[in-house]
């Protein structure tokens, strides 16, 4: 079962990087004066992230258990570091990112901080269900998340954590509160925001100002409606010429549906929803710890909820926040994290003892 779930990342990253590379031939082209550029760069962040998963494959998840505040700690370090002006880099009004040294590309560290949150809950939460501890850690990334400001992690920081206080045996008279608070905190962050209160009117009504606010929602619908069943056919997207924002990265699934249609598309989909069966069938006859059992949950969550916002946002199911989906989305922090969790749930399965079987 593990060499098939390896067979699925493999897959879907490499089908990924063949998208990357549909997706962004063409900003490639005008950015850089050669199509490949993009490409190029994802390929080689895909081979750091297959190398980064056979490490942390290997590793015991004691070793994360043991410095699991540490990280914490200096995953809140580098989100701080991201808010300095002579650090961290400023890009279409978003201080998001780090520039890494030697030119060799940024940081994004919202990315670091979306495994270290799920590590760093797994370890509080599997020695006490304290619903204020539970606040505490969580109200410092949501202060210093909303000040880059990215609200699209924001949503998946906490739907994660609130899931995995689920997980962990939270009671459901808390988890409605949270819930309740969650929704609250949302449509407060959104009211008094200028430029979110623009999106949800956009999503809400994309026939306000078509060539402005909701020209980016209504190139992305087109871009579905023209793949139909069958798509436009390998190469052949038209709005991946500067029409879809982000093509290449956030709305990649656009153009693929545009050039393989809802038949292809729903075949992708297909396989993530098998990435997810046999991910729980490595662990189905395994004995887990609780600290193991909310790790391995929750970093699954965290990719879940990833992939069911960037697809909603995709299919105008939800306001566009930003979100890239896990193994196709161009970027280097997002898919060597990715890369990084799946090892860890690797890590899990192999070191696991099988369940003893009485009779």
Not at 335 to 341: E, G, H, I, N, S
């Amino acid at each position: 079962m593990t060499k098939v779930f390896l067979g699925l990342i493999i897959l879907l990253s490499l089908l990924g990087l063949f998208f990357v590379f549909e997706a962004s031939t063409v900003e490639s082209f005008k950015l850089f004066g050669h199509q490949y550029y993009f490409f190029k760069q994802q390929a080689i962040w895909l081979l750091l992230s297959f190398v980064v998963l056979l490490f942390t494959s290997k590793l015991k998840v004691k070793f994360f258990k043991k410095f699991a505040l540490h990280f914490y700690l200096l995953a809140i370090l580098l989100l701080i570091l991201t808010l300095i002006p002579s650090i961290g880099l400023k890009l279409n009004g978003a201080r998001r990112w780090i520039a890494l040294p030697f030119g060799i590309g940024t940081l994004q560290s919202v990315e670091v901080f979306k495994f270290v949150l799920v590590n760093f809950y797994a370890y509080l939460l599997s020695k006490k269900l304290d619903l204020s501890s539970f606040l505490f850690f969580l109200f410092w990334p949501i202060v210093l998340v909303l000040l880059q400001p990215d609200f699209g992690s924001l949503m998946i920081l906490v739907a994660t954590s609130i899931i995995m206080y689920f997980l962990a045996g939270g009671r459901i008279k808390f988890l409605a509160m949270l819930f309740a608070g969650g929704i609250l905190f949302v449509l407060s962050v959104i009211l008094f925001s200028p430029y979110r209160r623009e999106r949800l009117t956009t999503f809400l009504n994309p026939q306000v100002n078509i060539q402005e606010e909701s020209y980016h929602v209504r190139q992305i619908t087109l871009a579905l409606g023209g793949g139909s069943w069958f798509g436009r056919g390998i190469g052949n997207s038209q709005q991946k010429y500067s029409y879809v924002p982000e093509a290449s990265s956030d709305s990649i699934f656009a153009i693929v549906a545009e050039e393989i249609g809802f038949v292809g598309s729903f075949l992708i989909i297909c396989l993530f929803i098998l990435y997810f069966r046999v991910a729980n069938l490595l662990v189905k006859n395994k004995v887990l710890t609780k600290y193991e059992y909310l790790l391995y949950y929750g970093i699954l969550t965290w990719i879940a909820i990833q992939l069911l916002f960037n697809l909603s946002a995709v299919v105008v199911l939800l306001p566009l926040s930003g979100m890239p989906l896990p193994f196709f989305s161009q970027g280097g922090s997002s898919l060597v994290m990715l890369f990084f969790a799946n090892g860890v749930l690797l890590s899990i399965a192999t070191h696991a003892k099988l369940k003893t079987v009485t009779r």
